[in-house]
């Protein structure tokens, strides 16, 4: 069985840095790609990053391209969004998501959901 759980989501003010983790069961970074999609309120769901290790790939959304970065620790089964300064717009539900081999941006596509994490960013 799949399982994805993400946590690391909080309160933090403008600029401030956040690393939300996470943890996986059930499936290998060799075979799924992994990406971090987000919710805000009233709008559409969005891909924010996507890393692959089957053609090494690392996808970042132009909304947060320079000040997010995602990656991954085979080891600990574990994927991880560093996300630096921090604005109001990136206030969201943050969950992880898998798909089999590539990254996509077509939300359908993926395969399985974790519960999100909730970032909020004051202003």
């Known amino acids: 069985e799949v399982q994805l759980q993400a946590f690391g989501g909080g309160l933090v003010q403008t600029g401030g840095s956040l690393r939300l983790s996470c943890a996986t069961s059930g499936l290998t970074f060799d075979d799924y790609a992994m990406s971090w999609i987000r919710q805000a309120p009233g709008k559409e769901r969005e891909v924010v990053a996507c890393?692959?290790?089957?053609?090494?790939?690392?996808y970042h959304a132009d909304s947060v391209k320079g000040r997010f970065t995602i990656s991954d620790d085979n080891a600990k089964n574990t994927v991880y969004l560093q996300m630096n300064s921090l604005k109001p717009e990136d206030t969201a539900v943050y969950s992880c998501?898998?798909?089999?081999?590539?990254?996509?941006?077509?939300?359908?596509?993926?395969?399985?959901w974790g519960q999100g994490t909730l970032v909020t960013v004051s202003s």
């Open positions: 998501v898998a798909n089999a081999v590539f990254c996509t941006l077509q939300i359908p596509e993926f395969d399985y």
């Open positions: 890393i692959s290790r089957s053609d090494n790939t690392r």
